[in-house]
Every structure is written in structure tokens, then in C-alpha cells.
């Protein structure tokens, strides 16, 4: 049986504890960032505003190479996610519209189908193994953090996707705009991809890359 006596401190001690325990750290875009990310706003000028997204409301733009858009309500731009470990966004694609082989850096993602079907998507595992699943409208599918994936639209409709980040800013690194948008010398690419030096220029001219 509890002690009163224990059971009374214990509240004193919680009540305590929860008056200096921050709820939350909705981001100040106007102080310094560091690497542990954006500075918290004075509460007192916190609003319900900050913890309300309205951008995804509308498809993103697929009228590019990849035929596919992306919208993403991470911390830089809803402000309330910073430090919370959060984020999601809405992926669309035209048909036969792709995200390409990417990656996010310490983020495991989780897309859902909401409009669409044949959606092909996969991952590679640090063992080389290729998991990949054709996936239709109310199918989830995990990529683990850190490891390459992508999906495809190969039905015959457009679709909606939502995504969800174990993290508020994950970033992310695709591999085609990593070779070819950049500066990294042709010469490098191919000696460490094995990659055709007159293809490497050609999707260098593609992507806008140099050298």
C-alpha cells in the first residue's frame, strides 16, 4: 500500500517537474540556426497558427523529367515540428511519373497510397538486396532510414501519396542529381560507377551538371 505521505510528495514532485518541462519548441526563424536545429520561439508569442500546415492541400507540379511533385511539411516551413522528430509530406505522380533513388539522413519514411495503383516501390538493403512491392490504393510500405528507395507509378491513373518522416527536417540526397546536377568531374563518375563517359555527359547536359 502507498504511503499518503510518499503518494503526496510524489505529486508535489511531479507538479514540480511538469512546470518546467517545455511542451514544445515551435521554431524561430529569425535567430541563429545551429546544428541541432532552430531556436525556440517565446512562448508568448506561440499562435495556433504555428501548429497548422495548409500546403499540402493542393497537388504539387509534375511537368518535370521525373513527372512527379513533392510537397513536404517539415520543420522549415511548419514552424511547430521543430524538435518533435515528425514530419510528413504529399507525393504525386503522373503516370509513369517517378521518385527517383534517394536517400534521408537518419529518417526512416512511410508512404501510404491515397489515389492510384501499380505503384512499384522498393529499397536496396546494405546487402545489396533489392525488396521491392507493387503497391495499391490504402497499401504502407516502410523504407528504413538511411538506405536507398524509391517509387514508381506504373498504373494508368496519376497518384497521391502521403509520406511520413521519423524525423521534422530528414533532407534528402537523390543519387541522379548527386552524378549529373553537380560539379563532380565525368572522369571520377566513371572511373567509380563504371558508368559510360559519353552517357555521364549526356545526362550531365540533362540535368545541367558541369565538368
Known amino acids: 500500500m502507498i504511503s499518503p ?7 508535489i514532485l511531479s507538479s514540480s517537474y511538469a512546470s518546467h518541462v517545455q511542451d514544445f519548441c515551435v521554431a524561430d526563424y529569425t535567430a541563429p ?3 541541432a536545429g532552430y531556436a525556440c ?8 497558427d504555428d501548429f497548422v500546415f495548409s500546403g499540402l492541400k493542393v ?9 512527379s511533385g513533392f510537397t513536404a511539411a517539415v520543420a522549415p516551413v511548419f514552424p511547430a515540428l521543430n524538435g518533435l522528430g515528425v514530419s510528413v509530406a504529399l507525393a504525386t505522380l503522373a503516370v509513369d511519373g517517378v521518385s ?21 516501390a522498393g ?14 490504393k490504402g497499401d504502407a510500405i516502410v523504407f528504413p532510414q538511411g538506405l536507398y528507395h524509391f517509387f514508381w507509378n506504373k498504373g494508368k491513373t496519376p497518384a497521391s501519396i502521403f509520406v511520413s518522416f ?10 541522379e542529381n548527386a552524378l549529373f546536377q553537380s560539379d563532380f568531374p565525368t572522369e571520377i563518375i566513371a572511373k567509380t560507377t563504371l558508368l559510360d563517359v559519353a ?8 540535368f545541367n551538371g558541369t565538368n
Open 166 to 175: 521519423s524525423s521534422e527536417n530528414p533532407g534528402v540526397q537523390v543519387l
Open 59 to 67: 497537388p504539387s507540379d509534375t511537368t518535370n523529367i521525373n513527372k
Open 33 to 35: 540556426q545551429g546544428f
Open 199 to 206: 552517357q555521364i555527359k549526356k545526362l550531365k547536359g540533362v
Open 123 to 136: 529499397f536496396i538493403a546494405s546487402s545489396n538486396k533489392v525488396y521491392t512491392k507493387t503497391l495499391n
Open 41 to 48: 520561439k517565446d512562448p508568448a508569442k506561440v499562435t495556433v
Open 100 to 120: 527517383p533513388l534517394h536517400s534521408h539522413r537518419g529518417a526512416t519514411e512511410v508512404i501510404v497510397i491515397l489515389e492510384g495503383s501499380d505503384i512499384v
Open 5 to 11: 505521505i510518499f503518494f503526496v510528495f510524489s505529486l
